[in-house]
């Protein structure tokens, strides 16, 4: 990333889009060298391991959109995701609070903790075939989100929508089995429709 833009124009990016491989390295350029990064498309990106720690504790592995990886970088307001992805980690977009638009595609088969916690200006969401499950508050505090659909293949979510306070329609999936404590607390739904094979509803 950095031969291909060069240092001095970093700063000044605020489109970008990758094809080829990227690793911790282009991570860590992305994080702390462009703070005006506004949309980035990693469709035909192929993310892959090194050793190196984009953030502390943290480093690229392949086809994974790592813990930590994008959090907090408050500019970014459309992301679309590498077409090959398997997993969205911890925190991995948590604090982004101008992401508007998020693009998954199938593959994805876990959404970690606290993934997308707190972006606040994403208004629609759709999660695709293939994620099975959605970890503890992965959405927590997306306060303008309204509306989720989710499609066929996931079975589990975990507090996934807590204080998502905007939240009115939301399609779950006729696979979905267990629904944990609080998933939607503090939402404003006026109404769900239960999937049949629905086996479990958490506390709160």
């Given at each position: ?36 990064l ?23 592995e ?125 939402c ?7 999937p ?9």
């Amino acid at each position: 990333l950095l031969k291909a833009i060069g240092e001095e124009k970093l700063s000044y990016t605020t489109h970008l889009t990758i094809n080829g491989t990227i690793n911790s390295y282009d991570i860590m350029f992305m994080r702390n060298k462009m703070p005006n990064l506004h949309h980035l498309d990693l469709t035909e990106a192929k993310i892959i391991a090194n050793p190196y720690e984009y953030y502390q504790g943290y480093h690229s592995e392949d086809h994974r959109v790592g813990g930590y990886m994008f959090a907090d970088m408050q500019k970014l307001i459309d992301v679309k995701l590498p077409k090959n992805s398997t997993y969205i980690g911890v925190v991995a977009f948590a604090g982004c609070t101008h992401l508007k638009n998020i693009t998954m595609y199938p593959g994805i088969t876990n959404i970690d903790r606290n993934a997308f916690l707190s972006c606040t200006a994403l208004k629609k969401l759709e999660i695709p075939k293939e994620v099975i499950t959605i970890d503890y508050r992965a959405f927590e505090n997306c306060t303008d989100l309204d509306t989720v659909v989710i499609q066929e293949g996931l079975r589990m979510m975990d507090a996934a929508f807590y204080n998502c306070c905007n939240l009115n329609y939301i399609k779950l999936p006729n696979s979905l089995e267990e629904i944990k404590g609080q998933c939607f607390a503090g939402c404003k739904l006026e109404n769900i429709e239960l999937p049949s094979n629905l086996l479990t509803i958490g506390h709160g």
